[in-house]
């Protein structure tokens, strides 16, 4: 099993920046890919950026490229998001997710297919 808790939301003018971090616990010595996902009230669940296992690919949604930053630490085992221009449509509960997989490049964007979730932190962009 693994343990994962987001940490790192909140209130934020329109322009500003945020960083999530989730720290992961339990059998972490496994190797697995990372991603973020959101989930703004009545949409669905959507991909937001995911890091493989060992850093050599990284993926963001369209929406936020450029603006935000995924990274992972595999020593300390967490993995962060820098959120910078954030827009009143960033606004949702952001989970952190893991994988269990041994290939390098796969970090897929379907919520169903990552093991283990976070309990989510919230993140509101006011205008």
């Known amino acids: 099993q693994v343990q994962l808790v987001e940490s790192g939301g909140g209130l934020v003018q329109a322009g500003g920046s945020l960083r999530l971090s989730c720290a992961a616990s339990g059998r972490t010595f496994w190797s697995y890919a990372m991603a973020w996902f959101r989930q703004a009230p009545g949409k669905e669940r959507e991909f937001v950026a995911a890091?493989?296992?060992?850093?050599?690919?990284?993926y963001y949604t369209d929406s936020v490229k450029g603006r935000f930053t995924i990274s992972r630490d595999n020593v300390k085992d967490t993995v962060d998001l820098q959120m910078n221009s954030l827009k009143p449509e960033d606004t949702a509960v952001y989970y952190c997710?893991?994988?269990?997989?041994?290939?390098?490049?796969?970090?897929?964007?379907?919520?169903?297919?990552?093991?283990?979730w976070g309990q989510g932190t919230q993140v509101t962009v006011s205008s």
């Open positions: 997710a893991a994988l269990v997989t041994s290939k390098d490049y796969y970090a897929p964007r379907t919520p169903m297919a990552y093991d283990y």
């Open positions: 890091r493989s296992w060992r850093g050599g690919s990284t």
